[in-house]
């Protein structure tokens, strides 16, 4: 089986793109599919040790310093800040359109990122990358498989689903 993949920052109509599936992130809310639930997603603040040597004190001290964020998901902050006790605030920041270009940002030194735990362990063991408030914060959404469930399943998508569905399986049950 070959895997082709594409990158699309918002649903699509699976009629008109030829996708027999896609891994979205969200909640489960696109019309006309159906879905495996592969992963939650949790956010932590980092930026490089250049930026904020040490942890800042409170929350709201991110206000100082350049924020990266998601262009699809500006809220983010401001979910951050409210889960800290700094609500009713959406601060501005420099827009990114993939976390893996956000966290190279980061990384060179252009201000604290919200990024997904999952992506950045080694930038984290590394030191690349430092927590600079609180641990992960539980993010909206979570990452699923998802198809039209208007058309018959194909055989390779089956096979994929399923080895996904193992796969989550064991992650989420290691021992067995």
Same mark, same amino acid.
């Given at each position: ?9 918002? %649903?699509?109509?699976?009629? /008109? ?5 896609? *891994? ?5 809310? +696109? =019309?006309?599919?159906? $879905? ?6 949790? /956010?932590?603040? &980092?930026?490089?040790? $250049?930026?904020?040597?040490? %942890? ?5 001290? *991110? ?6 964020? @998601? ?5 983010? +902050?401001?979910? +951050? ?13 420099? !827009? ?5 270009? @956000?966290?190279?940002?980061? &990384?060179?030194?252009?201000? *604290? ?5 999952? !992506? *950045? ?15 992960? &914060? =539980?993010?909206?959404? $979570? ?5 039209? #469930? ?11 689903? /399923? +080895?996904?569905?193992?796969? &989550?399986? $064991?992650?989420? #049950?290691?021992?067995?």
């Amino acid at each position: 089986m070959t895997l082709n993949l594409a990158t699309r920052l918002r %649903p699509f109509d699976f009629a /008109l793109s030829g996708f027999d599936a896609a *891994i979205h992130y969200g909640r489960q809310d +696109w =019309p006309g599919t159906a $879905s495996l639930k592969l992963m939650d997603e949790a /956010l932590i603040a &980092v930026a490089a040790p $250049s930026v904020v040597p040490q %942890p800042l004190g409170r929350a709201e001290d *991110i206000l100082r310093y350049p924020l990266l964020q @998601m262009e699809s998901r500006t809220g983010d +902050w401001g979910r +951050w800040l409210a889960h800290h006790g700094a609500g009713g605030q959406r601060p501005a920041g420099m !827009l990114f359109d993939q976390f893996a270009t @956000m966290a190279q940002g980061a &990384v060179h030194g252009l201000g *604290i990122a919200l990024l997904p735990t999952f !992506l *950045i362990p080694r930038e984290l063991a590394e030191g690349r990358l430092i927590p600079v408030f609180g641990g992960p &914060v =539980p993010a909206l959404g $979570s990452y699923s498989l998802v198809w039209p #469930n208007d058309q018959p399943e194909r055989g390779p998508l089956t096979s994929f689903r /399923l +080895w996904l569905a193992g796969e &989550v399986q $064991s992650q989420t #049950n290691p021992s067995g």
